[in-house]
Nanobody
Framework: QAQLVESGGGLVRAGGSLRLSCAASGRTFNLYDMGWFRRAPGKEREFVAAISWGGSSTYYAGSVKGRFTISRNNANNTVYLQMNSLKPEDTAVYYC??????????????????WGQGTQVTVST
């Protein structure tokens, strides 16, 4: 069983930056692809970014590509999401997730087995 705990959310003005962290425990973290998803009020959960187990491959939603960067540090079992040039439409609860072994890097949420509790990001105008 993996435990994932997000942190780093908060309130920021449009154009600002935030860095989210996701600390993992309970499993061999460095064997799993990881992802970030978000859910805005009244909307479905959507994919944001994913990173392969070794960190060599990344995948982004079109809406965040060029503004967000996903990275990981397997030595301290943490995955990060650096968010720059934030927009009000980025306002959402952000979740990290651990992928199912053997699936590979993906944006499909049902391919992720473990989820954190989420961290709120609010971008004001």
């Amino acid at each position: 069983q993996a435990q994932l705990v997000e942190s780093g959310g908060g309130l920021v003005r449009a154009g600002g930056s935030l860095r989210l962290s996701c600390a993992a425990s309970g499993r061999t973290f460095n064997l799993y692809d990881m992802g970030w998803f978000r859910r805005a009020p009244g909307k479905e959960r959507e994919f944001v970014a994913a990173i392969s187990w070794g960190g060599s491959s990344t995948y982004y939603a079109g809406s965040v590509k060029g503004r967000f960067t996903i990275s990981r540090n397997n030595a301290n079992n943490t995955v990060y999401l650096q968010m720059n040039s934030l927009k009000p439409e980025d306002t959402a609860v952000y979740y990290c997730a651990a992928g199912r072994p053997g699936v590979g890097i993906t944006k499909i949420d049902r391919e992720f087995d473990y989820w954190g509790q989420g961290t709120q990001v609010t971008v004001s105008t």
